[in-house]
């Protein structure tokens, strides 16, 4: 081989060359590394914060529904307690209409003037096994009207919870 027709310029331009281009590629690839390290940690902060934010929320429809209970609870005990603005008299469907002489039979019973057996007679369970009386009536009116206050009270109150739609899967 001949050292003489070897250009020593044209090998330092290669070996120049060579270089910047792979300190060129090493920096490239080190910003790139940084901006996906950069953007993993943005969404392990993302996933992160709508874990608490969710949690937030859970913990806020528990301490509503806790307090919705108990409330309905303790206002159940207190309308089951016998009342005493009915001089003595526990149930309010039962209070005699004034002008009236006779009470008012807590049983349901058939009018005289009805047919006993009716024609088209549907068949149910013994009639004594559905004896409704007008304390009946009025612990089911009672519950009824409470469970629908404390839904509609629940319902207000877990609607005012803000659930930021860019938290939801």
């Given at each position: 081989?001949?050292?003489?027709?070897?250009?020593?310029?044209?090998?330092?331009?290669?070996?120049?060359?060579?270089?910047?281009?792979?300190?060129?590629?090493?920096?490239?690839?080190?910003?790139?590394?940084?901006?996906?390290?950069?953007?993993?940690?943005?969404?392990?902060?993302?996933?992160?914060?709508?874990?608490?934010?969710?949690?937030?929320?859970?913990?806020?429809?528990?301490?509503?529904?806790?307090?919705?209970?108990?409330?309905?609870?303790?206002?159940?005990?207190?309308?089951?307690?016998?009342?005493?603005?009915?001089?003595?008299?526990?149930?309010g469907l039962c209070v005699p209409a004034a002008g009236l002489n006779g009470s008012v039979s807590?049983?349901?019973?058939?009018?005289?003037?009805?047919?006993?057996?009716?024609?088209?007679?549907?068949?149910?369970?013994?009639?004594?096994?559905?004896?409704?009386?007008?304390?009946?009536?009025?612990?089911?009116?009672?519950?009824?009207?409470?469970?629908?206050?404390?839904?509609?009270?629940?319902?207000?109150?877990?609607?005012?919870?803000?659930?930021?739609?860019?938290?939801?899967?």
């Amino acid at each position: 081989m001949n050292w003489g027709l070897f250009s020593w310029r044209w090998f330092a331009g290669a070996v120049l060359l060579l270089s910047i281009f792979s300190a060129g590629y090493m920096a490239g690839k080190r910003q790139i590394e940084q901006k996906w390290d950069v953007e993993r940690l943005q969404q392990q902060a993302a996933v992160l914060e709508q874990s608490v934010h969710m949690a937030q929320v859970q913990t806020q429809q528990e301490r509503i529904n806790q307090k919705i209970l108990s409330d309905y609870e303790s206002k159940k005990i207190l309308l089951a307690r016998p009342s005493t603005q009915l001089s003595g008299i526990t149930n309010g469907l039962c209070v005699p209409a004034a002008g009236l002489n006779g009470s008012v039979s807590a049983n349901a019973e058939c009018a005289a003037s009805a047919d006993a057996s009716p024609s088209n007679a549907v068949s149910a369970p013994s009639r004594d096994a559905i004896t409704l009386n007008c304390e009946k009536l009025e612990n089911d009116a009672i519950d009824t009207t409470l469970m629908l206050l404390a839904f509609q009270r629940w319902y207000e109150e877990q609607s005012r919870i803000k659930i930021d739609p860019a938290h939801t899967e």
